[in-house]
């Protein structure tokens, strides 16, 4: 049993390796691309997405984590395709105005990567979904999602306007979900001709800033989403959702409205337990106090927060990418800080132990177990 | 280098998507020739060379010979054969 960590960064990511979850070993690759995601293809080959304001967005892919090779061919959106000005005003802050071209749209950020039923999927900013069917050799957009009859009303969050979350489920290759920010969340129920708006009981069809939504591909319809108004659950594909807050700290936000807010959510499927890291409200954007706590519930019992070997001098964020469970018995629980740390639980949560320390900023964290 | 051609110097983050090769050599009369010569001949480099609108990504910048261009310029900016172009990028501290 070992597992392997890739934690997106800036500046590269770095790649920690554990045969027994307690010692680490641990290399940095892709030194100079900015990593903004991964995942792990049935064959085993895993895909990490880079993006440089510089020279875009590219795929890497490698069988061993230590040798990659960048893929042909990467998502891109058509020269036809009109875009978001807002977003390019956003991005364009970021990138030099690299981006920034009259009218167009453009793939400035792979968000997600996910794969299921032999298919790649790649979420993006500015906000849309691609498809491969061949390994990632090419890519094809999604139109009946990116061309959206809402998309008009569609708004950047402060990071963009990025697909960030692509969830599906293992009984059912023809449902999807996909969530924007901060367009809200969508289901296909016909393998992505078709969306429809899934947020009734958060606010409104679209325009939330839904920041992570996880769920177990085998209970596929049973979903736990963190949004930026607070925590929610639905137990019917989307269709309806729920407050689920017992036990987590709540906060106010700058809008006025008391929920607990925060980005990151992760299941740990043998247990059913999800986890999400509360930051105290949308001024802050650390943990309350400067206490770092993880907070787990499951089968709807109320949240308990887990803090034993984390710091309570923790003045920074835990990102919506940044946080993995290896799916184990039991579970590994990592998430990465916005200051470069990771820290590890193999216990489900019960403890946390710094398994890296010294990195650039985390965008990214997921976990790969053999 | 070759006599007939340019030398293209790629900045590290793109060896990285060559193999570790530093350099390539091609042909063409402009730098924009040039640069499509090469993404035509690796996909892979081209994807960061030109955006989604097949344009020259507005970031990155070429030293010929001692002189700086832009990418705004590199369809009107003529080159020779035996010519050596070094391709950087906007920098950024941090």
Redesign the interface.
């Known amino acids: 049993m070992s597992v392997t960590l890739v934690v997106g960064t800036p500046k590269g990511a770095a790649i920690l390796q554990s045969d027994d979850r307690k010692s680490w070993r641990e290399d940095f690759v ?4 900015p990593v903004t995601a991964s995942v792990r293809d049935d064959s085993g080959r895993v895909y990490v997405a880079v993006n ?7 795929i890497f892919t490698s069988e061993d984590f230590r040798e ?1 090779r ?5 998502p ?4 036809e ?1 009109r875009g978001n000005p807002e977003h390019h005003r956003i991005v364009s802050q970021m ?7 009259e009218g ?4 400035d950020q792979i968000w997600t990567l996910h794969f299921a039923h032999g298919t790649l999927y790649a979420g993006v900013s500015e906000a849309g979904i691609f498809t491969s069917r061949d390994r990632g050799e090419s890519w094809q957009p999604v139109d009946g999602f990116n061309e959206h009859p809402t998309r008009s009303s569609w708004v950047p969050g402060f990071g963009g306007l990025g697909a960030h979350t692509i969830l599906t489920d293992a009984e059912d290759p023809e449902r999807v979900w996909v969530g924007v920010s901060a367009a809200g969340f969508f289901r296909s129920d016909d393998g992505g001709r078709t969306w429809t708006p899934k947020n009734a009981g958060v606010n409104g069809d679209t325009g939330q800033c839904v920041h992570s939504v996880t769920h177990d591909p085998r209970n596929a319809s049973t979903l736990y989403r963190q949004e930026h108004r607070g925590v929610h659950r639905s137990d019917d594909g989307g269709d309806t959702w729920t407050v689920i807050e017992d036990g987590l700290p709540v906060t106010e936000l700058s809008d006025g409205h008391r929920c607990s807010f925060g980005f990151p959510s992760v299941m740990d499927r043998k247990s059913g337990n999800v986890f999400v890291v509360p930051l105290d409200g949308d001024n802050y954007r650390f943990p309350r106090d400067g206490k770092l706590a993880v907070y787990r519930t499951s089968n709807g019992r109320p949240w308990e927060p887990k803090t034993k070997g984390l710091p309570d001098n923790c003045f920074t964020a835990v990102l919506r990418g940044s946080m993995a469970a290896d799916q184990l018995e039991p579970g590994g629980i990592y998430f990465g800080t916005a200051s470069g740390t990771v820290f590890g639980s193999a216990d489900c949560g019960e403890s946390w132990t710094a398994i890296a320390t010294g990195l650039p900023r985390i965008t990214h964290v997921e976990a790969y177990a053999r | 280098m070759t006599g007939g051609s340019v030398h293209v110097r790629l900045p ?3 060896r ?2 060559m193999g570790g090769r530093a350099s390539l050599e091609g042909a063409g009369e402009t730098v924009e020739g040039v640069l499509r010569v090469l993404a035509s001949e690796y ?2 480099l081209g ?3 030109f ?5 020259p ?4 910048i070429c030293l010929h010979e001692g002189s700086l261009v832009r990418a705004n310029d590199f369809s009107s900016w003529g080159v020779r054969p035996g010519d050596e172009l070094i391709l950087t ?2 920098l ?1 501290g941090g």
């Open positions: 892709l030194r100079g691309w440089s304001p510089n020279y875009g967005v590219a990659w960048q893929l042909p061919s990467a891109r959106y058509r020269p395709d990138d030099f105005g690299g981006v920034l071209k167009g749209r453009f793939v | 590290p983050v793109l990285a998507v996909p892979a994807l960061h060379l955006d989604d609108a097949g344009n990504r507005r970031n990155i990028n906007a950024a």
